[in-house]
């Protein structure tokens, strides 16, 4: 059996697996936080914020969320509802540009069942899609291969982003 080193990922292992609050949400820390290349953070609206997936589970994975700390659907208003997908729709058309997207996967985990690692605080993970992306390395040796730096995938959007202002 081949390894593929990938120790950026023991963090997320031996992390403790508490229920995050707002005090320990890293979507929090990062709304919060004035380093938004630190707490890799590419985009914020009024209501919103775009942070990258620190652990991705492809090139280009990002997560919308709402500025505020809030679990379900319900709580959110319909503002918030309505910029988080006016995000979405912007950051797609981004990864389809810059990135060549094939398509993406977008998803909304909620709760601990339904595989959410942040129950307490709402998020949309965009993932794109190459055709042929799932190659032998994901269906026969269970690895994913990310193929771009988050620092790259950080400039890449930022600069969209500044061509769109």
């Keep these: ?69 809030k679990g379900c659907l319900e709580e959110l208003t319909s503002d918030e509802l309505l910029d988080l997908q006016l995000v979405m729709r912007k950051m797609i058309g981004i990864l389809e540009k810059r990135m060549n997207a094939d398509g993406f996967n977008v998803g909304l985990n909620l709760g601990r069942a339904a595989g959410a690692g942040v129950p307490g605080h709402l998020h949309w993970h965009i993932v794109p899609r190459w055709n042929g992306d799932q190659n032998f390395m994901a269906v026969t040796g269970d690895t994913h291969v990310i193929s771009q730096s988050l620092d790259a995938l950080h400039d890449v959007i930022a600069e969209e982003l500044g061509k769109s202002s």
């Excluded at 508490?18 to 209501?47: I, M, Q, S, W």
């Design 1 to 69: 059996m081949d390894t593929l080193w990938a120790p950026w990922r023991l963090s997320y292992i031996t992390a403790p697996k508490e229920k995050p609050t707002g005090d320990d949400c890293f979507l929090c820390r990062a709304v919060a936080g004035t380093d938004d290349r630190a707490n890799l953070v590419v985009y914020r609206t009024e209501l919103s914020v775009v942070v990258l997936n620190r652990f991705p589970y492809n090139n280009g994975h990002l997560l919308i969320s709402p500025k505020a700390h």
